[in-house]
């Protein structure tokens, strides 16, 4: 059964345009260019309850896979020059597992 991680990071107010930028420019790049893309499920920002947030969400085959790929991405040079920029314009980070239900359809 698929394991589904939701990582959600609280952008200080204001700094939301930064960090899409910081995201655009290095963020992605690195993500797509070590090819861990093939994971994420989608990107997504906020528009009513919490605000100013960014919110990913990664679809993995089981734990071990998702440990993994988190030791493959954090060994990145190019994803941890990323990181370096957008931890500042982030106050919290919330992840969260989820399993798929036993019912209805699933990304």
Same mark, same amino acid.
């Given at each position: 059964? +698929? ?10 107010? $204001?700094?939301? $345009?930064? +960090? ?6 290095? #963020?992605? @790049?690195?993500?797509?260019?070590? $090819?861990?893309? +093939? ?9 009513? #309850?919490?605000?100013?947030?960014? *919110? ?7 734990? +071990? ?7 493959? =991405? ?6 941890? %020059?990323?990181?370096?920029? *957008?931890? @500042? =314009?982030?106050?919290?980070? %919330?992840?969260?597992?989820? %399993?798929?239900?036993?019912?209805? @359809?699933? @990304?």
């Amino acid at each position: 059964m +698929a394991l589904y991680e939701m990582r959600t990071y609280q952008v200080y107010v $204001g700094q939301m $345009g930064e +960090a899409v930028k910081v995201y655009k420019e290095f #963020g992605w @790049p690195a993500i797509e260019a070590g $090819g861990f893309d +093939a994971k994420l499920v989608g990107y997504f920002t906020s528009d009513t #309850g919490g605000l100013h947030q960014l *919110i990913h969400l990664w679809k993995f085959d089981d734990d +071990a896979d998702r440990r993994d790929f988190w030791a493959r =991405l954090f060994a990145d040079d190019d994803f941890m %020059n990323f990181a370096g920029k *957008i931890r @500042p =314009l982030v106050s919290t980070q %919330n992840v969260q597992l989820l %399993n798929e239900a036993p019912w209805g @359809p699933h @990304p």
